[in-house]
């Protein structure tokens, strides 16, 4: 499995942007896809994941409410709906699939096999 990170750039604060994970293979159906962001000199963060059925997601308290996670495995495709936007938001996105995370080890970057590019995400104040 690859990973493609799109969707990212430059929104007022207050805005919105929905980032795309696209992914190449046949198995993608069954990853946890998780989305964390970075900023300079900081650790990767999380901010949410979806496992291989949709109805389970998990979110960082920063972004409950203001995010959504969503799957649509016959496109192959992971997003992140993100609104009500804040400067703080601002960071490089990256997606992240993994074929045996556990529910503990869902909001660890470690826990992720396979990364894709990175899409920044600008808010402006």
């Known amino acids: 499995v690859q990973l493609q990170a799109s969707g990212g750039g430059l929104v007022q604060a207050g805005g919105s942007l929905r980032l795309s994970c696209a992914a190449s293979?046949?198995?993608?159906?069954?990853?946890?896809v998780g989305w964390f962001r970075q900023t300079p000199g900081k650790e990767r963060e999380f901010v949410a994941a979806?496992?291989?059925?949709?109805?389970?997601?998990y979110y960082a308290d920063s972004v409950k409410g203001r995010f959504t996670i969503s799957r649509d495995n016959t496109k192959n495709t992971v997003y992140l709906q993100m609104n009500s936007l804040e400067p703080e938001d601002t960071a490089v996105y990256y997606c992240?699939?993994?074929?045996?995370?556990?529910?503990?080890?869902?909001?660890?970057?470690?826990?992720?096999?396979?990364w894709g590019q990175g899409t920044l995400v600008t808010v402006s104040s």
């Open positions: 293979g046949h198995t993608f159906g069954t990853y946890t």
């Open positions: 979806i496992r291989r059925s949709a109805g389970y997601t």
């Open positions: 992240a699939a993994g074929a045996r995370v556990i529910l503990s080890e869902t909001y660890y970057p470690r826990t992720y096999d396979i």
